[in-house]
Nanobody
Framework: EVQLVESGGGLVQAGGSLRLSCVAS????????IGWFRQAPGKEREGVSF????????YYTDSVKGRFTISSDNAKNMVYLQMNSLKPEDTAVYYC???????????????WGQGTQVTVSS
C-alpha cells in the first residue's frame, strides 16, 4: 500500500511561484514513478509532470514546460513541483500519484494523494 500526501498549495498572484511537495510512504521508493496531475473546475484531470524515481527521467506537459520543475529526494521519499511564472489558468487542485512507470501513470495510476488547491489570481 502506498500513501501519498501533498502540501504547499495556496493563493498566489499571477507571475508568482509555489512549490508543491509530495511524500510517499512506500518501502521501495525507487520502484515507482511519481506524477503531478491537476484538475480545474469543469475540466478533465490532466497529467502535468512525471518523474522516474529510479533514473530521474522527467516528463512535462507542453503548457508548463519552462515554468515548472519536478524533482525528487529519494532519501526522503519526496517529490517536489516547483512552479514559477504562474498563470491564472494554472488554477486547479493538484494531485500527486504513483505508478510503476510512466505508462501506468498515463493510463491509471495505482495510488493518489488527497490533492492540494492552487489558486492563481490575475
Amino acid at each position: 500500500e502506498v500513501q501519498l500526501v501533498e502540501s504547499g498549495g495556496g493563493l498566489v498572484q499571477a507571475g508568482g511561484s509555489l512549490r508543491l511537495s509530495c511524500v510517499a510512504s512506500v518501502f521501495t521508493f525507487d520502484d515507482y514513478a511519481i506524477g503531478w496531475f491537476r484538475q480545474a473546475p469543469g475540466k478533465e484531470r490532466e497529467g502535468v509532470s512525471f518523474i522516474s524515481s529510479s533514473d530521474g527521467v522527467t516528463y512535462y506537459t507542453d503548457s508548463v514546460k519552462g515554468r515548472f520543475t519536478i524533482s525528487s529526494d529519494n532519501a526522503k521519499n519526496m517529490v517536489y513541483l516547483q512552479m514559477n511564472s504562474l498563470k491564472p489558468e494554472d488554477t486547479a487542485v493538484y494531485y500527486c500519484a504513483a505508478g510503476h512507470n510512466f505508462m501506468e501513470l498515463l493510463r491509471a495510476p495505482g495510488y493518489w494523494g488527497q490533492g492540494t488547491q492552487v489558486t492563481v489570481s490575475s
